[in-house]
T-cell receptor
Framework: QKEVEQDPGPLSVPEGAIVSLNCTYS??????FMWYRQYSRKGPELLMY????GNKEDGRFTAQVDKSSKYISLFIRDSQPSDSATYLC???????????FGGGTRVLVKP | EPEVTQTPSHQVTQMGQEVILRCVPI?????FYWYRQILGQKVEFLVS????????KSEIFDDQFSVERPDGSNFTLKIRSTKLEDSAMYFC???????????FGSGTQLSVL
């Protein structure tokens, strides 16, 4: 079983729709959960960070962590064409520890 | 906004040659990292560096790899004898203290021929 699994997509949605992304993981030691956005040939850009279980909202983005199910989600409301990118989940066991990434989900928001 | 700068953006080398990838982390950051991404694959951790020494490294980071902070601003990754399978995008990252504030550079695309 892979440590972190993420559906590669592509996920195509019309502009204004809600984008729903998720990752599952197998290692219960993960405590810190992040979502990154990566545009083609660029470095990952941090969108959201959550420690342990719970929800976090920042503008159009909502991140959820369910440690009991080993499942994390990212929701993007009112999606825009500029949200078209690859979204990577990442997690670590402790602050300062290495990040373990999912494979990324490619999202396409059509005008 | 401050950013992590990587040079060169592209590097082409012959198998067996040495390459040095360079990074300028954000100035007040204390933790430095190298990750890589082989085309079509996940971003993979290589090494973390703090207080002038390696704090963690992956199985990928074998004896052909080394990192150095030669002065107060640069952070380098050296690959001593490149292999075809070293072809990847190499990302430098830095953080001030906490893992959630990890900033990545735009990467160096390394092609080994």
């Amino acid at each position: 079983q892979k440590e972190v699994e993420q559906d590669p997509g592509p996920l195509s949605v019309p502009e204004g729709a809600i984008v729903s992304l998720n990752c599952t993981y197998s290692n219960s030691a993960f405590q810190y959960f992040m979502w990154y956005r990566q545009y083609s040939r660029k470095g990952p850009e941090l969108l959201m960070y959550t420690y342990s279980s719970g929800n976090k909202e920042d503008g159009r983005f909502t991140a959820q962590v369910d440690k009991s199910s080993k499942y994390i989600s990212l929701f993007i409301r009112d999606s825009q064409p500029s949200d078209s990118a690859t979204y990577l989940c990442a997690m670590s066991k402790a602050a300062g520890n290495k990040l373990t990434f999912g494979g990324g989900t490619r999202v396409l928001v059509k005008p | 906004e401050p950013e992590v700068t990587q040079t060169p953006s592209h590097q082409v080398t012959q198998m067996g040659q040495e390459v040095i990838l360079r990074c300028v982390p954000i100035s007040n950051h204390l933790y430095f990292y190298w990750y890589r991404q082989i085309l079509g694959q996940k971003v993979e951790f290589l090494v973390s560096f703090y207080n002038n020494e390696i704090s963690e490294k992956s199985e990928i980071f074998d004896d052909q790899f080394s990192v150095e902070r030669p002065d107060g601003s640069n952070f380098t990754l050296k690959i001593r004898s490149t292999k075809l399978e070293d072809s990847a995008m190499y990302f430098c990252a830095s953080s001030e203290l906490q893992v959630e504030r990890l900033f990545f550079g735009s990467g160096t695309q390394l092609s080994v021929l």
